[in-house]
């Protein structure tokens, strides 16, 4: 533990670690995936903590080890409603795994094995104060927890629990930290890795002036204890996360940090409300029955759960009663988008192992990079009628032979799949789509990487049989120039950004969005618009203003974002058009604009 100047005979709660959420984990999503986006963990993709268990040391002999097994994994679950627990595998320490490595790992393995069983994260833990004087043994232990659990979304690992205060972050832990997390991500590119800081993972902040780089979905340990640790670790923990740090609270107590004394409960309440503001993940030290304050147990409380409160101490109950009511990450809610329709990619509903970065693409905005084999993200649409659709993706990539696949969220029935060729670039932009049979209704559909090294933009569903089939929709906010308006946050189903605030006078050009036009004849244009009250109209005309193709009249809507459909039939010339706006009078937005052949 922290700040702890003896060790007892038992070792009582010389756990911690470090830890946060990992970034996906290819095909096996029974859980969400965990990923790090600036200082903060995301749970399938949006902004959540997690709160749970950590078991006590694995040694041989000690007192945590009876209690590795499913049934306290499944009690946890059922009873404490835990959503994390943690293996703590003791390492140079007496009966760890330096001395037997066979048994260590089988318990460690056996609740691993048992948190996957029961749907919940699990933190595999290198728990030692000396780890970088182990970095050989480390690698190849890592390496197998890599292989043999890198395809799932519950494991994190933590790679060094509690380096002490004689270990420097620049000059021990950090480059034992890279060594480690090279060799996990050259198995398993994406799952949450969690690194230790000096002091008993106290100096995060230390971390946070000279942080790891070159690697994605990494966090911090934060470890505390109630009747130690006050505002002035919280206030290291702030500067941490101030600096760019996402952290991970892998091992906490109400009591002092050596394990004993009393339930500091103001303190815990305290450090509570800390961990609930800032949404930090957590796991309480410790599962055992060892004769110490931090022991969640009494002496000879049954090995395998069904606890009853005689069987917890002060300790324990508080808390069980504080994950117990640790709020549940929100739930991924998307709404329906009415096909046809440009779906932006960062606009997911869930995804597995990508990140968002800013785009260089015609409109500017984000696309989604980092997409790995196995990541995945899924879209929610409502497709009007049973047909074909083609669908269409704005795609980038540096490399060659990368590929796609389009299926149903969760992976069945798959309808088609795609492969990018290299486009010279990450930012270097092209657009490859396939023909696929939807069925109507409303429905998520998933895109799937077979072969990672690509690049995506959007993605627009479209009908390509004889119900018509739209040549392009063009979100308004992807304008190449324009004068006068601004982008705003829309509720319109698919969400992303609209364009408001026109006036008389501003107008918007295409010009980096060119439309082929197949052959000369009539189409219809469709503009997704809202006003508050009165209406207005516009100009749809080629970017320049020559020619002008159609005025179009704006209802009012009742409200800036109370959308509907206007349409204008008109005749184009086959070719490439570079469409543009001319706001007439203002007072309206406008979201989307599609055009289709015949009269619609």
């Known amino acids: 533990m922290s700040n702890r100047n003896s060790v007892s005979s038992l070792r009582a709660g010389l756990a911690a670690a470090l830890l946060s959420v990992l970034a996906a984990g290819p095909a096996l999503a029974d859980v969400p995936a965990l990923s790090v986006s600036g200082n903060q963990l995301q749970v399938g993709g949006t902004p959540g903590s997690l709160s749970g268990v950590s078991y006590y040391w694995s040694n041989n002999g000690w007192p945590g080890a009876k209690y590795y097994n499913a049934s306290t994994v499944g009690w946890l679950k059922s009873d404490w409603k835990a959503k994390v627990v943690r293996a703590a595998m003791g390492v140079e320490d007496a009966g760890g795994y330096l001395q037997d490595p066979a048994s260590n790992k089988a318990r460690l393995k056996a609740v691993v094995d048992a948190a996957i069983a029961n749907d919940l994260y699990v933190i595999i833990d290198w728990h030692s104060h000396y780890a970088w004087q182990y970095q050989a043994q480390a690698i190849e232990f890592f390496q197998e927890m890599a292989r043999t659990y890198g395809k799932n979304n519950h494991v994190i690992y933590e790679i060094y629990n509690e380096p002490k205060n004689d270990a420097s972050w620049s000059g021990n832990v950090k480059p034992y930290a890279q060594a480690v997390i090279g060799a996990i991500r050259a198995i398993d590119p994406d799952n949450l890795i969690i690194v230790g800081s000096p002091n008993w993972s106290q100096d995060a902040d230390v971390a946070s002036r000279d942080p790891i780089t070159g690697h994605s979905n990494i966090a911090y340990t934060l470890h505390f204890y109630a009747g130690t640790h ?22 906490w107590g109400s009591v002092n940090a050596d394990g004993n004394g009393g339930v500091a409960t103001a303190e815990t309440n305290a450090w509570v409300d800390f961990m609930k503001a800032r949404k930090l993940s957590n796991a309480n030290w410790a599962l055992d029955d060892a004769p110490e304050g931090s022991a969640a147990l009494v002496g000879g409380a049954s090995a395998t759960g069904g606890w009853p409160e005689s069987s917890l101490t002060a300790s324990g109950k508080l808390a069980r009663s504080i994950v117990q009511g640790w709020p549940a990450p929100a739930p991924t809610t998307c709404s329906n988008t009415a096909v046809p329709a440009t779906l932006q990619a960062e606009s997911f509903c869930q995804m597995s192992g990508v990140q968002v970065e800013a785009a260089a693409d015609a409109g500017g ?236």
Request: no cysteine; proline share 3%; aromatic share 12%.
């Open 365 to 600: 905005g984000s696309n989604l990079g980092y997409i790995d084999a196995g990541d995945w993200m899924t879209y929610a649409v409502d497709v009007p009628a049973d047909g074909n659709y083609r669908v269409s993706y704005r795609v980038a990539s540096a490399g060659s032979g990368a590929s796609l696949q389009l299926e149903q969220g969760g992976g069945t029935p798959v309808f088609g799949t795609v492969n990018i060729a290299s486009t010279g670039g990450w930012q270097n932009w092209t657009t490859v789509s396939h023909v696929v049979a939807l069925k109507a209704g409303k429905q998520v559909l998933g895109v799937s990487t077979k072969t990672g090294g690509f690049n995506l933009n959007w993605l627009q569903v479209e009908r390509a049989d004889s119900g018509g089939a739209a040549i392009a929709t063009v979100k308004a906010s992807t304008f190449s120039q324009m004068s006068g308006v601004q982008t705003e946050a829309t509720t319109d189903s698919g969400g992303g950004q609209s364009v408001g605030y026109i006036d008389a006078g501003d107008w918007l050009s295409y010009a980096g969005t060119p439309i082929t036009i197949p052959s000369t004849g009539t189409y219809t244009i469709a503009f997704r618009v809202a006003s508050l009250d009165g209406g207005g109209w516009f100009s749809f005309e080629e970017a320049g203003g020559t020619p002008v193709y159609a005025t179009v009249s704006v209802p009012s809507t009742g409200g800036w974002q109370n959308w509907t459909t206007v349409k204008a039939t008109l005749t184009l010339t086959a070719g490439t058009h570079k469409f543009g706006f001319k706001a007439q009078t203002g007072g309206w937005n406008l979201n989307w604009f599609s055009v289709t052949p015949g009269v619609q």
């Open 230 to 251: 006050g505002q002035w670790l919280r206030d290291k923990a702030t500067t941490a996360m101030n600096n760019g740090l996402a952290l991970f609270v892998t091992e």
